[in-house]
């Protein structure tokens, strides 16, 4: 079947009941997205569709043709970081990592749709993502500083 | 001149009716007292106050998701516009540290507040009047000895003239009948304690009864379903959708532990009740489990099982059929069913899976939730599945709202009902799908009950409340 991934079309080979994370890791070699609990409890396999966050765990790629789907691979680069993935950086928001990307993916989800939100909403957002390392404080943070770098300029701004 | 007289004799019998009318409904205020020390009521008192309110779920409306403990102000939408739960914490001046015993029993069995004001019947003291004299006693020691928040509620969003209190006056004259609860000989005694509860503090015609245009329950339609928080209410009369008829036991087990091997997980409102009750003493709850049973047989028209379920009831069975129903269903996909694909591959990895209910989902000829009269619940609870339990190990279910669109959700439930009930198509399930994702069905979505072994926490500390 086909699968729009990061705005491009990949012919993948699978089983229509195979989760979409399996699918992305290992026939379309994207790994940000990670395997955590496999019952879509935690969030360390978020990534978009259609720019809402799923649990690619529980996802079956039977439900995804036509859909875009977007890992963290297709927000920026190691050289060419997009916003969320810089604020991360300079938040120095990962203790072990693993929740990382799914993280972002969830935050990117609520910046794109509210660029405005708060910081209760963003609380009550990233509510279903799991940090077992206890970096919340620094991942709110950087989604703050994320959430400044992504404001769309106003009217009247200069340059 | 004729009707000049006329036009007088007819204001002056308006006044008369309206000094009757006034006379008949108003109540006197109750006088406010200094609130009672905690330490003043007999702990077994309020620990028994304790269970009766896990009984009433006063929690459900009273306290807000994350908010303190019975401080109030949910908004409990009705047709007639929202009514704001009040703050029934011993606080004296947003709560009701100033009731005394007389005025909390004038509110639970005529639905009047200290000040003599009408109270709506959002607080179902249509039910609650049911409540005898020491069951009133003990739950006016309970919420006595809670800590004392201070928090105004809202107010109210009704419309005119739902916003006159008085009018309460004559919905009461029309719909209460005050109580206490009077047994009925032709029962036995477990079957009134049962009545007593259901009808009385629990309060399950609250959302399981059909209500008229003025909001009140059809009492000729006693269970035949109705409506709560988004969710259809099933019928537990004779109308129950259950494939397999519920009994005594099977009512016991549900109500105690929050799911039945033969029914599935209580979810929504309902999770909520389940998870309350599982503090209460079990011979309560057998007692209702006893009377809401009998509600199920009194048409006599003796029920049937629905023979697909009685085919499928033994789980090994499905497992067995499992991969060879994959292969159906995978086929059926390529023929274009598209409903048959999406239970293959997102439902049957759990629902024909090997784990025992409640970690293995309930295999979906015995699910209520497909066999129903709409496809409220279905659509529910695929959008935003069974949320685990808080702390605590729970049955789960993700939900699938952003990874199904309408087309694949009205394609599942047509597919779904088709397979799994003896019922006839749903006609409305587009419409379901558009009031859930519009928000014009506000759907509530509980936590789902935690699995009773392993939910130490949660329940040592609602005792240790209760004797604090």
Request: charged fraction near 20%; charge should be negative; aromatic fraction near 8%.
């Given at each position: ?159 | ?29 109750i006088?406010?007292i200094?609130p009672p020390?905690a330490?003043g009521f007999d702990p077994a008192l309020v620990q028994r106050g304790a269970e009766l309110a896990a009984i009433g779920n006063c929690d459900v409306c009273h306290t ?5 403990e019975f401080?109030g ?12 739960s009040t703050n029934i914490t011993p606080d004296?001046?947003?709560g009701i540290g100033g009731w005394s015993e007389a005025a909390f029993q004038r509110a639970m069995r005529k639905g009047v507040r200290r000040?003599?004001?009408?109270l709506?019947?959002?607080f179902p003291y249509e039910h609650f009047t049911l409540v005898s004299d020491g069951d009133d006693k003990a739950l006016y020691a309970y919420l006595m000895t809670r800590r004392p ?30 109580g206490p609860y ?11 304690r049962?009545?007593y509860l259901a009808d009385g503090l629990g309060h ?72 309350e009750l599982?503090t209460v003493p079990?011979?309560d ?177 609602k005792t240790?409340e209760a004797q604090r």
């Amino acid at each position: 079947m086909k699968l729009n991934v990061n705005n491009a079309q990949h012919d993948v080979d699978a089983d229509p009941r195979t989760p979409l994370l399996y699918v992305l890791r290992d026939d379309l070699k994207l790994n940000a997205a990670k395997f955590g609990c496999g019952l879509g409890q935690c969030g360390a396999c978020t990534v978009l569709v259609n720019g809402e966050p799923v649990f690619s765990c529980v996802t079956p790629v039977a439900l995804l043709a036509g859909k875009e789907i977007t890992t963290l691979e297709g927000l920026g680069t190691a050289e060419n970081p997009a916003p969320i993935q810089r604020a991360f950086i300079e938040a120095q928001a990962a203790q072990c990592g693993y929740c990382i990307p799914g993280m972002m993916m969830r935050a990117q989800a609520l910046l794109q749709k509210n660029p405005h939100a708060d910081d209760a909403e963003i609380r009550a957002w990233l509510e279903p993502n799991l940090c077992r390392c206890g970096t919340h404080m620094r991942i709110l943070h950087a989604v703050h500083r994320a959430q400044e770098m992504m404001k769309p300029a106003q009217p009247g701004d200069a340059g | 001149m004729r009707a000049t007289r006329f036009a007088f004799i007819f204001c002056i019998v308006l006044a008369l009716a309206a000094g009757v009318f006034a006379l008949a409904a108003w109540q006197p205020a109750i006088d406010p007292i200094t609130p009672p020390p905690a330490t003043g009521f007999d702990p077994a008192l309020v620990q028994r106050g304790a269970e009766l309110a896990a009984i009433g779920n006063c929690d459900v409306c009273h306290t807000a998701p994350g908010a303190r403990e019975f401080e109030g102000g949910v908004a409990i939408p009705t047709p007639f516009g929202a009514v704001y739960s009040t703050n029934i914490t011993p606080d004296p001046d947003t709560g009701i540290g100033g009731w005394s015993e007389a005025a909390f029993q004038r509110a639970m069995r005529k639905g009047v507040r200290r000040d003599g004001a009408y109270l709506y019947p959002a607080f179902p003291y249509e039910h609650f009047t049911l409540v005898s004299d020491g069951d009133d006693k003990a739950l006016y020691a309970y919420l006595m000895t809670r800590r004392p928040v201070h928090a105004a509620a809202p107010d109210n969003a009704l419309s005119f003239p739902f916003n006159v209190r008085l009018a309460m006056f004559g919905w009461n004259q029309l719909f209460l009948r005050p109580g206490p609860y009077r047994a009925d000989t032709a029962h036995d005694e477990i079957w009134n304690r049962g009545a007593y509860l259901a009808d009385g503090l629990g309060h399950c015609g609250a959302c399981h009864t059909p209500r008229n245009s003025l909001g009140a329950e059809k009492t000729d339609d006693k269970f035949a379903g109705g409506e709560a928080e988004g969710w259809t209410a099933y019928a537990l009369n004779a109308g129950s959708p259950a494939p397999v008829p519920w009994n005594a036991d099977s009512l016991f087990k549900y109500l105690h532990r929050g799911f039945e091997e033969m029914h599935g997980v209580a979810r929504g409102p309902m999770a909520d009740v389940a998870q309350e009750l599982r503090t209460v003493p079990d011979e309560d709850v057998r007692a209702i489990a006893t009377y809401m049973a009998a509600q199920m047989t009194i048409s006599g028209s003796g029920r049937q099982v629905a023979p697909q379920a009685e085919a499928q009831t033994r789980r090994g069975v499905m497992v067995a059929a499992a991969s060879a129903d994959s292969q159906a269903a995978r086929s059926a996909a390529a023929s274009g069913d598209e409903g048959a694909a999406i239970y293959a591959a997102a439902c049957a990895g759990c629902h024909e899976g090997s784990r025992t209910m409640p970690y293995g989902g309930i295999d979906l000829a015995l699910s209520s939730g497909i066999s129903g009269p709409n496809a409220n619940n279905l659509i529910n609870v695929v959008l935003y599945g069974l949320p685990a339990a808080e702390a605590a190990r729970s049955p789960i279910m993700p939900g699938f709202a952003n990874s199904m669109d309408d087309k694949q959700l009205v394609a599942l439930a047509r597919h779904l009902r088709a397979r799994f009930s003896n019922k006839g198509p749903w006609n409305d399930i587009e419409n379901s799908v558009h009031e859930a994702r519009s928000a014009q069905r506000a759907v509530t979505v509980s936590h789902a009950p935690a699995d009773q072994a392993t939910a130490p926490a949660t329940m040592q500390r609602k005792t240790d409340e209760a004797q604090r």
